[in-house]
Structure formats: C-alpha cells, structure tokens
C-alpha cells in the first residue's frame, strides 16, 4: 500500500483531519500535482482555524509555478492569520519569502511608458 493510499484510507475514516489534508496536499506537491496540492492547501486556509503551514506551502508552489501575485495575495494573508494565532516564527518565514520575492513578476508601472 503505498503512502497515498494509507493517507487517503486514514481521511476515509476521518475527512475532517487537519493534519491528514495537508498530507494528502503535500503527496500531491511531491507527486508533481500542483494544482491538486494547492486546491487542499487552499482549503485549509479556509478552515475554521486556518492552517497556517498551509499558507506558506501553497504559496511557495504559486511561486514555483510563476504565478508570484498569486503567491503574494497568500503570503500576506497567511503572516496575519499567523500573527492572530500567535505564530510568530511562521510569519517570519512568510515574511521572508514575500521580501525575497521583491519586484519579481511586477508588471512594469504605466506612467513608466510616458517618459
């Protein structure tokens, strides 16, 4: 029985296990199903209490995939979830991604095309 299959086994029993979701996401992103992974990561940023490893592993494959709004959008809204649950070392984290990101993937200004 391979890894995917006890975790989906595991998630039959219990659908609601945080910690089992974020597995299954997490087998997907090793799998190479990107959007499959980012789907349940998603999903459990909109838990009652979100996940906030969550957050951070989806974004990191947005930026990966190249779709860096996409990335930014999650990044800070993780560093606030984080924050509200008192997660400080995981908003640093966060943090740094997003500064690491710097102007990557911005579209160039419009006023820049007047000069």
């Known amino acids: 029985m391979s890894r995917r299959d006890k975790i989906e086994a595991m998630l039959a029993e219990d659908p609601t296990d945080t910690f089992l979701r974020y597995s299954l996401a997490m087998e997907n992103r090793s799998e190479g199903n990107h959007e499959e992974s980012i789907r349940g990561l998603s999903e459990l940023t909109r838990d009652e209490t979100p996940y906030v490893p969550a957050f951070f592993m989806a974004a990191q494959q947005l930026v990966e995939l190249g ?8 990044l800070r809204e993780g560093i606030e979830e984080a924050r509200r649950q008192g997660d400080s070392h995981a908003a ?3 943090s740094e991604l997003l500064a690491s990101l710097g ?3 911005e579209a160039p200004d419009q006023d820049d095309d007047d000069l």
């Open 67 to 74: 779709r860096i709004s996409e990335g930014r959008t999650l």
């Open 92 to 94: 640093a984290e966060m």
């Open 103 to 105: 102007q990557l993937g």
